[in-house]
C-alpha cells in the first residue's frame, strides 16, 4: 500500500485538512471538533494578522487514494528571535495508528527545518498561545474545552518512538463551584481592593466591554510574558481577537479589575462551555450549528475560565481574588456547577494556587515534545 505526503496548495485541499479529524474521530465521545470556519481563519494568510512574522506549510498523509494523517509546520520567526531559538513548531497533527504514516508526516516537518537550518522541532504549538497547544497524554476519558486538543492515547508513543521528549507540561482543572462564594475569597478581595485602589469594572453588555479589549490583551501580554514560548499579541492580532470573541462573551461571566485610571490591570474571562454543542454542531455553524451554540451559551451548568491575567506589579498581592468573588458569585446566580480551568504550565505555582479554594482536580495533561535535530 503506498503512501504519499501531498503539501496541501489549493482551498480543496485546506477542507481536508480541516476536515480529516471529523473522519478520524467520528463516534467519539469526548473531542470537542473545532469549528471549521475558525480553522480556516486561523491557517490562511490573508486573514490571520499572525503572518506578519510567521510561515507555514501543511501536509496530507494519503494511502491509495485516502487521507490518512495531516500536519502543519509553523515557523515563528518573532518567538525565535525573542526565545533566541532556532526552532520550528508541528501543529494540527493528526493520524491513523499507523507508524509509518507518523513518521512520514514527522519527516517532513524535519526536513524543512532542517533546509531552514533549524536546531529543533516541537509542538503541537500554533501560530501563537491563542492557537490550540500541546498534546493530550492525561484526561482521554474527559471531554475537553473548546480551546483545547483531543488526539488518541496513541499519539505520545508515535511520537516518542520518533525521538520526541517532553519540554513542558500543562494541566487543566475541574472546579466544582461551592454554594456560596469562599469566605477567604471575599476577605482577600476587600482588603486588595483598599489597599490598592483597584476595583471591579462593573459592566452588562458586551459592547460596554468592548472598549476595554485593548487593555485586556495589553495585561495579557505583559502578564504571559516569561511563560513558555510566549509572544506578545500585535495591535492587528487584538484587534482580530477582539473580534472573534468578544461578541461571545456573557459579561456576567467577566471579571476585570482596573485602578484609577480605568486600566486593566487583572483579569479573569469565563465562557459558557460550548463542549457538548460543538460536538452537536460537528464543526459547521449553518445549517444548525449555531442554534446548539446559542442555545449553550443562553442556559449552562458549566463554564470554561478560558484566560486569567494579573500585571506583574500586581502579581502575588493577593488580586485575582477580586475578579474570581465576582465571577463564582455570578456563576452561583446562573445556576453553573463545574467550572474547567484555562491550560496551566505545571510549574506555575502561582497560577495554580488561585484555585486552592475551590478543590480542585485535575482534568486534562497537555505536553510539548521536542526533538533537537
Same mark, same amino acid.
Given at each position: &500500500?503506498?503512501?504519499?505526503?501531498?503539501?496541501v496548495?489549493?482551498?480543496?485541499?485546506?477542507?481536508?485538512?480541516?476536515?480529516?479529524?471529523?473522519?478520524?474521530? $467520528? /463516534?467519539?465521545?469526548?473531542?470537542?471538533?473545532?469549528?471549521?470556519?475558525?480553522?480556516?481563519?486561523t491557517?490562511?494568510?490573508? #486573514?490571520?494578522?499572525?503572518?506578519?512574522?510567521c510561515? %507555514?506549510?501543511?501536509?496530507?498523509? =494519503?494511502?491509495?487514494g485516502?487521507?490518512?494523517?495531516?500536519?502543519a509546520?509553523?515557523?515563528n520567526?518573532? %518567538?525565535?528571535e525573542i526565545?533566541?531559538?532556532?526552532?520550528?513548531?508541528?501543529?494540527?497533527i493528526?493520524?491513523?495508528?499507523?507508524l509509518?504514516?507518523?513518521?512520514?508526516?514527522?519527516?517532513?516537518?524535519e526536513?524543512?527545518?532542517?533546509?531552514?537550518?533549524?536546531d529543533?522541532?516541537?509542538?503541537?504549538?500554533?501560530?501563537?498561545?491563542?492557537?490550540?497547544?500541546?498534546?493530550?497524554?492525561? /484526561?482521554?476519558?474527559?471531554?475537553?474545552?473548546?480551546?483545547?486538543? =483531543?488526539?488518541?492515547?496513541?499519539?505520545?508513543?508515535?511520537?516518542?518512538k520518533?525521538g520526541?521528549?517532553k519540554?513542558?507540561?500543562?494541566?487543566?482543572?475541574?472546579? #466544582?463551584?461551592?454554594?456560596?462564594?469562599?469566605?477567604?475569597?471575599?476577605r482577600?478581595?476587600?482588603?486588595?481592593?483598599?489597599?490598592?485602589?483597584?476595583?471591579?469594572?462593573?459592566?452588562?453588555?458586551?459592547?460596554?466591554?468592548?472598549?476595554? /479589549?485593548?487593555?485586556?490583551?495589553?495585561?495579557?501580554n505583559?502578564?504571559?510574558k516569561?511563560?513558555?514560548?510566549?509572544?506578545?499579541?500585535?495591535?492587528?492580532?487584538?484587534?482580530?481577537?477582539?473580534d472573534?470573541?468578544?461578541s461571545?462573551?456573557?459579561?456576567?461571566?467577566l471579571?476585570?479589575?482596573?485602578?484609577?485610571?480605568?486600566?486593566v490591570?487583572?483579569?479573569g474571562?469565563g465562557?459558557s462551555?460550548l463542549?457538548?454543542?460543538?460536538?452537536?454542531?460537528?464543526?459547521?455553524? !449553518?445549517?444548525f /450549528? !449555531?442554534?446548539?451554540?446559542?442555545?449553550?451559551?443562553?442556559?449552562?451548568?458549566?463554564?470554561?475560565?478560558?484566560?486569567?491575567?494579573?500585571?506583574?506589579?500586581?502579581?502575588g498581592?493577593?488580586?485575582?481574588?477580586?475578579?474570581?468573588e465576582? &465571577?463564582?458569585?455570578?456563576?452561583?446566580?446562573s445556576?453553573?456547577?463545574?467550572?474547567?480551568?484555562?491550560?496551566?504550565?505545571?510549574?506555575? $505555582? %502561582?497560577?495554580?494556587?488561585?484555585?486552592?479554594?475551590?478543590?480542585?482536580?485535575?482534568?486534562?495533561?497537555?505536553r510539548?515534545?521536542?526533538?533537537?535535530?
Amino acid at each position: &500500500m503506498s503512501l504519499e505526503i501531498k503539501q496541501v496548495k489549493t482551498n480543496r485541499e485546506l477542507n481536508s485538512f480541516i476536515s480529516f479529524p471529523d473522519k478520524l474521530y $467520528k /463516534g467519539n465521545q469526548y473531542r470537542v471538533p473545532q469549528l471549521h470556519s475558525f480553522e480556516k481563519s486561523t491557517l490562511k494568510k490573508d #486573514k490571520n494578522p499572525a503572518f506578519e512574522y510567521c510561515e %507555514s506549510k501543511y501536509w496530507l498523509a =494519503y494511502r491509495n487514494g485516502k487521507i490518512v494523517g495531516r500536519i502543519a509546520g509553523i515557523i515563528n520567526h518573532k %518567538s525565535n528571535e525573542i526565545w533566541k531559538e532556532k526552532y520550528l513548531r508541528f501543529g494540527w497533527i493528526d493520524f491513523i495508528d499507523d507508524l509509518e504514516v507518523s513518521k512520514a508526516l514527522i519527516q517532513t516537518v524535519e526536513t524543512w527545518a532542517k533546509e531552514l537550518k533549524m536546531d529543533a522541532v516541537h509542538g503541537p504549538m500554533g501560530f501563537t498561545d491563542m492557537d490550540l497547544e500541546g498534546m493530550l497524554i492525561e /484526561g482521554y476519558n474527559e471531554i475537553g474545552t473548546q480551546a483545547v486538543i =483531543y488526539n488518541y492515547a496513541y499519539y505520545p508513543t508515535h511520537l516518542e518512538k520518533w525521538g520526541y521528549s517532553k519540554d513542558v507540561d500543562w494541566v487543566q482543572l475541574e472546579i #466544582k463551584i461551592p454554594k456560596e462564594v469562599p469566605e477567604r475569597i471575599k476577605r482577600i478581595s476587600k482588603l486588595v481592593q483598599e489597599k490598592y485602589g483597584l476595583k471591579l469594572l462593573t459592566v452588562k453588555t458586551a459592547k460596554e466591554v468592548r472598549p476595554y /479589549g485593548k487593555s485586556m490583551f495589553e495585561t495579557l501580554n505583559a502578564s504571559f510574558k516569561h511563560l513558555y514560548g510566549f509572544v506578545p499579541l500585535s495591535d492587528k492580532q487584538i484587534d482580530y481577537y477582539i473580534d472573534q470573541y468578544f461578541s461571545m462573551v456573557n459579561p456576567k461571566y467577566l471579571g476585570f479589575v482596573v485602578d484609577e485610571n480605568e486600566k486593566v490591570v487583572a483579569f479573569g474571562l469565563g465562557f459558557s462551555s460550548l463542549s457538548k454543542a460543538l460536538m452537536k454542531a460537528k464543526g459547521k455553524l !449553518f445549517p444548525f /450549528g !449555531f442554534i446548539h451554540l446559542l442555545k449553550a451559551m443562553k442556559k449552562n451548568d458549566t463554564v470554561d475560565l478560558l484566560l486569567q491575567a494579573v500585571s506583574p506589579e500586581y502579581q502575588g498581592k493577593g488580586v485575582p481574588a477580586i475578579f474570581f468573588e465576582h &465571577m463564582a458569585h455570578a456563576f452561583i446566580d446562573s445556576g453553573v456547577k463545574t467550572a474547567i480551568t484555562s491550560h496551566t504550565l505545571e510549574n506555575n $505555582k %502561582s497560577g495554580l494556587q488561585i484555585f486552592k479554594s475551590f478543590n480542585p482536580r485535575q482534568h486534562l495533561r497537555r505536553r510539548i515534545y521536542i526533538k533537537k535535530i
